[in-house]
């Protein structure tokens, strides 16, 4: 843990460094993205706010050192829009008159909480959180804070990877968590209607007792919340089989900037009328209204589920073994999952209770494959007849099949626990692009060239979603790392035409960045569709859309 | 030296599981069923004492309906030599520990094994029987809740180390012998690809209790099955006054 005058003496470098950096090519931004023009950072007040901002490193210390520059430079670097007001008295006497004094949180230590991102990247300075119970209260906050011109963050389960979850600066939060109930559930055709603020494993396990399941599936289900998935359109572990949010969900009740509840909360499956507006809303990053209540489809729980992780001698395997897959397993293929050396030694020395399925030595690549259906030994011997099958045609070295759950669940952890691995290991640098599945390692091997013994390069992801997580772990942050990293593996997604962000989303940490995947015209009818429905900007300011825009 | 190992196809440990409506069982339709762990776990000793040189042969065996080669099959992709299915009704309300001891004891006789490992109780009836009675009707010695299992060669002795209630206890038993196991006697191994490939040539031999020659008897009959009662919720209590008015007034503790 670096003393407090090592901290100090860290920021002003840092701080110098900055503003050198800043007039140097390699960390410039991508010139049609950039936020701010180099005349503004010049500026005294920008720069001296900056340095106020670093000298006390408010975002927490980490087990492993806090980061002082990388992911806290977008928000040292924002300025507070003078437009949002601020809180006042009469505001909380509101709230406290609507809500009750309950679900009015005021209190430091509560606000510590929500006001940090999952992964401790990201820290606002919200003075208040509050705790609506139903659409109307939602609704009724809406239309005030829109009146008083107040920013509002509205928070799911706080699991987000981007810190679009978390105020940037003092923005009201308002948390869905109080409106937790399961509205209704059709038997017959698997509709579930439910409140936005429903956990995600708690929705599983209602629906387990009916004989359904969630048609996604993440990491984070014991806290992440069904609105926030919607507003995020997670992706997760299943959706190489349910296939994406934009599939599943069938309605939407969304409350607007303005206060309006919109609502388009159908139960049916097929409904041509007009613009199918929850699209907008899916994936917005509550950047264009607040989620209330989703309808979502649900698939039966299958029975018969199997798990087989293999082990591949190169990339070029992973990829015939995946449309191998596609082809011999059809619809029983519910997950197709990659990870390489790097990632398995990670997992197998900082994760409890893990042991290598395929001992003694690692191999190059493996895969893991997850079939779903409703007959067991018919899959099993598909299953088998496919492996036995790749063996020969030389895809697979190894490989074993889950006996029982117990085994499937141990295999899956591994795969489940590299990011909890690599946030044991030290400072790990986080990127979830979207690449043509034949060019996906090709970025992770670059990267290694580029850094060679400074940094870990790890690479593993959704493969049968053409998924890449790239991870670079090192022991500290590094700024030398840094800039190695960024922008070059934002160009090189763009230049392959790939997304900076599959399935994590864009929220602060790459709201500029979003000229890399979406060209301008796009972004300018984005920003259009923004202003229509929220004319203010209160609903989570400073994300999602580049503030150029 | 041949070991045999008894193995049972449960509804799988990571299940939840349901009573059947009619209350005349568990819900098994649909349900994931798997090797009993236990069963695992003496499989993956009964290989490992086979790998050590000390056997020669690793037989696994099951009674019950046809379904139940699935876990022979399990056995075989283990890495198990051969696999015998006695054939007969369900395994769970049919035939119970006594009966699956009697045909234990016919295939016994049959196979002459040096060493029989059980899984110590089975996850769907939880009886803890079957070991037992085995040994007692063969008249061997019996070594249960075993955590750790050496084997002498020479002396033909097996010495268990048992998980008792006071700790650990160590007997030393003649061989051929009764082993039942444990949790932490070892961690079974994944069925590897190579092994589940030689598994489809291995042989699993049928047999019928009548061809052993063993009277199939149920004495016990399922009356009902029904689920525990569920907790009731607790109370919230908002303060210290209120936590010692209850404890006063209600519950009469203080």
Redesign the interface.
Known sequence: MPTKTEKWRRSLSLALRTIGAVSSPHTSPHPRSLPFTRRELHCGRGIWRGFLSLRKPWWGTDTFGSDIRGFGTESTMLKRNPKFSTLNDDDIRYFKELLGEKNVVQDEDALAAVNTDWMHKYRGSSKLMLQPRNANEVSLILKYCNSRCLAVVPQGGNTGLVGGSVPVFDEVIVSLGAMNNIISFDKVSGILVCEAGCILESLVNFLDQQGFIMPLDLGAKGSCQIGGNVSTNAGGLRLLLYGSLHGNVLGLETVLATGDVLDMLGTLRKDNTGYDLKHLFIGSEGSLGIVTKVSILTPPKLPSVNVAFLACHDYSSCQKLLFEAKLKLGEILSAFEFLDEQAMDLALNHLEGVRNPLPPSLHNFYVLIETTGSHETYDKEKLEAFLVYSMELGLISDGVVAQDLQQASSVWRIREGIPEALMKAGAVYKYDLSIPVEKMYDLVDEMRNRLGSSARVVGYGHLGDGNLHLNISCPQYDDKVFTQIEPFVYEWTSKNRGSISAEHGVGLMKAEKIFYSKSPGAVQLMASIKNLLDPNGILNPYKVLPRSS | MKVMVAVKRVV?????I?VKPDKTGVETK??????N?FC?IAVEEALRIRESGLATEVVAVTVGPPQFV?TLR?GL??GVDRGILVECGEGGGGLGPLGVAKVLRALVELEKPGLLILGKQAIDDDCNQTGQMVAGLLKWPQGTFASKVVLDKEKQTATVDREVDGGIETVCLNLPAVITTDLRLN?PR?????N??KAKSKPIKKYTPEDLKVEVRSDSEVIQVVEPPKRKAGVMIRSVDELIDKLQNEARVI
């Open positions: 799988d440990y990571a299940v939840k349901r649909n349900v994931k069923m798997s090797m762990p695992e699935e399990t992709a283990m961690q994944y069925a590897t690809l190579p589940i490939m």
